[in-house]
């Protein structure tokens, strides 16, 4: 269905050149001079590229309808990774090109958002904390429980975290998902 630009509005999903956007922020400017215009600021749901556009008042825009599903992940195999749907438990396929972004939080039996436009999945919503086991790091420094000094961790999943000096191998952590960064212990 298509919107004219005057009512399109912030958090509506677009698409625009073949490509689905969310609408990040959207301003009517009317200069002193010339015509109006509407300045909109989107970004890609695949790459999470945000682009800058400008419109005339008289374009229109194709509003995409985006459904949310609950996946489960499951297995990895070569550079092929298995979800199960939790409403119909077919067990579907995405290539490892797909997973940029996610990959790094990925752990099995863990619930993602997969993001359905026309019937196929085009981007992946990691939950925003994830629990991660600390795999490699130096050892702790006894008695500093300061926030002062950070160290590189590697996680199961293989993802490098600055975490704090106290936090030792074998423990458990809460990484932000949006930030990639050590939220605490869990």
């Not at 092929?80 to 067990?91: G, K, S």
């Amino acid at each position: 269905m298509q919107l004219d630009i005057k009512q399109i509005k912030k958090g509506f999903a677009v698409e625009l050149d073949g490509e689905v956007y969310y609408v990040i922020d959207r301003q009517h400017v009317k200069p002193g001079k010339g015509g109006a215009f509407v300045r909109t600021k989107l970004k890609n749901i695949k790459q999470g590229a945000v682009i800058d556009r400008t419109f005339r008042p008289t374009e229109r825009l194709e509003v995409a309808y985006i459904e949310k599903k609950n996946i489960q992940y499951l297995y990895s195999s070569n550079d092929t990774y298995e979800f199960m749907d939790h409403d119909t438990y077919d067990q579907i396929t995405i290539d490892r090109e797909q997973l940029v972004g996610i990959i790094d939080y990925l752990k099995e039996n863990i619930e993602v958002t997969a993001l359905v436009y026309k019937g196929r999945i085009i981007a992946l919503e990691p939950p925003i904390f994830i629990e991660l086991k600390i795999v490699s790091t130096e050892p702790g420094i006894k008695g500093d429980t300061s926030r002062a000094g950070t160290k590189p961790a590697v996680t199961e999943t293989g993802m490098t975290v600055l975490v704090p000096l106290f936090v030792n191998e074998g423990e458990m952590i809460r990484v932000d998902t949006r930030t990639g960064k050590y939220a605490g212990r869990a």
